[in-house]
């Protein structure tokens, strides 16, 4: 556990160096605008709906976890809540403490593995927002367990994952270009166990990090297991569609749960 979280630590930092998509912080309007009431933040490509978390949010305690890249965090302080931004990749914590610098804010950026909250107290957090990370860690029961414990009775867990159906299919331009899928994984899946040898040790040559497709069981029976009350529920299409089945379904997951 520790060497695949030290590596995807170190593919993260890789991705904030080079200017992914994921790791550019927001520009000055989008923080002014939300200092002005105006703002949104997105788990999912669409905005989080205003039922899930309300405009004002002053004074709240929100938790972005495993969600770094001067995104969510800065937003979120620049619209009054008092905000804490959980991540593995410094390069990342990097981004949002550039924006709260540049802009006046004030956040707490911690450097932590997403399943390990220790230095959080409990019943501390109103809200968690948790866009998709959990792909990178083999087990989520203690994800879930960690995200109850820091929230206060009634504090919510907004996470987005990856539907499993995804990890199912194998990744081959030759059938692609034919307009062909074909499962070839049991989930759940995990790059460790599932590919071969030699493709598991290509993608390691080739700095892309280590995932795993957890089940539905995982990903929404395991946070009631937890404890949580699934308060609600959607599927939306991804940003930047890569995977034939793309074209046919939604592949993106959000949730939103409760701690009675």
């Known amino acids: ?3 695949i979280i030290k590596y995807n630590c170190a593919v993260w ?3 904030a160096k080079s200017g992914s998509r994921w790791t550019l912080p927001v520009d000055m309007e989008v923080i002014k605008q939300a200092q002005a009431g105006t703002w949104s933040v997105h788990i999912t490509k669409k905005p989080l709906p205003s ?3 309300p405009k004002d949010i002053q004074g709240k305690k929100i938790l972005c976890l495993a969600s770094a890249g001067g995104q969510q965090a800065p ?3 620049a619209a009054g809540a008092d905000v804490t931004v959980v991540d593995i990749s410094l390069e990342q914590l990097a981004k949002d403490e550039f924006v709260a610098k540049r802009d006046g804010l004030m956040l707490r950026a911690i450097q932590a593995d997403m399943t390990d909250l220790n230095m959080l107290e409990d019943n501390t957090f109103d809200y968690i927002v948790s866009p998709i990370s959990n792909l990178y860690i083999p087990d989520l029961t203690r994800l879930w367990t960690e995200c109850y414990r820091v929230l206060v009775s009634g504090g919510i867990l907004l996470a987005s994952f990856y539907n499993p159906v995804l990890f199912i299919f ?3 331009e030759l059938l692609e270009k034919q307009g062909l899928i074909k499962p070839n994984f049991i989930l759940p899946y995990s790059d460790i166990e ?8 290509q993608k390691l040559e080739q700095g892309e990090a ?4 957890h089940t539905l069981s995982q990903q929404i029976g395991l946070q009631m297991e937890a404890g949580f009350l699934l308060a609600g529920f959607y599927e939306d299409e991804h940003p930047t569609p890569r995977f034939i089945i793309e ?11 409760i701690k009675p």
Request: charged share 30%.
């Open 1 to 3: 556990m520790r060497d």
């Open 170 to 172: 194998e990744r081959s």
């Open 247 to 257: 074209k046919y379904m939604d592949t993106l997951i959000a949730t939103k749960a």
């Open 194 to 201: 599932s590919l071969s040898n030699e493709k598991y040790q």
């Open 75 to 77: 937003v979120l302080a």
């Open 51 to 53: 039922d899930w978390l």
């Open 210 to 213: 280590i995932i795993f497709g």
């Open 13 to 15: 930092d890789n991705l």
